[in-house]
Nanobody, 129 residues
Framework: VQLEESGGGSVQAGGSLRLSCRTS????????LGWFRQTPGKEREGVACISQFGDTFYYGDSVQGRLRIIRTNREDSLYLQIDDLKPEDTAMYYCAAVSPGIYGGGWCPSPRASTYTYWGQGTQVTVSS
C-alpha cells in the first residue's frame, strides 16, 4: 500500500492550497481517510477526516471553516482544500487511511494518529506573514 501527497508549497498568509493524495495497493472506497499535520517537536494533529462514501466528516477546531476534505472514489483521489492560510498552518501534511473494521465503525474515528494504518510521506506547507 502506498499513499503519496502532493500540492504543498510556500504561500503568503491569506492564500489557498489544494493538497492531493494518490493511493495504490488498496481498495480506495473501503477506507476512511484523513489528513494530519505535524511540526517539529509536536504530535501529529488530525485536521480532517472523511468517511468511506463521503457522508460524514471531521474537522479540527483549529481549522474549522477553512478546510474542506474531498474524496472521489471513482478516481481513488483525496484532496484537502485549505483557504485563508495562516502562518500557524505551516507544517508537514500527511494523508492517512484506516479500514473501519479496525475501530468498529464507518464514521470518522477519533483524530489520533495511532488509529490510522497507512500513511504517506508528507508534503510541506509553509505560510509566510
Amino acid at each position: 500500500v502506498q499513499l503519496e501527497e502532493s500540492g504543498g508549497g510556500s504561500v503568503q498568509a491569506g492564500g489557498s492550497l489544494r493538497l492531493s493524495c494518490r493511493t495504490s495497493g488498496l481498495i480506495f472506497e473501503d477506507y476512511v481517510l484523513g489528513w494530519f499535520r505535524q511540526t517539529p517537536g509536536k504530535e501529529r494533529e488530525g485536521v480532517a477526516c472523511i468517511s468511506q462514501f463521503g457522508d460524514t466528516f471531521y474537522y479540527g477546531d483549529s481549522v474549522q471553516g477553512r478546510l474542506r476534505i474531498i474524496r472521489t472514489n471513482r478516481e481513488d483521489s483525496l484532496y484537502l482544500q485549505i483557504d485563508d492560510l495562516k502562518p500557524e498552518d505551516t507544517a508537514m501534511y500527511y494523508c492517512a487511511a484506516v479500514s473501519p473494521g479496525i475501530y468498529g465503525g464507518g464514521w470518522c474515528p477519533s483524530p489520533r494518529a495511532s488509529t490510522y494504518t497507512y500513511w504517506g510521506q508528507g508534503t510541506q506547507v509553509t505560510v509566510s506573514s
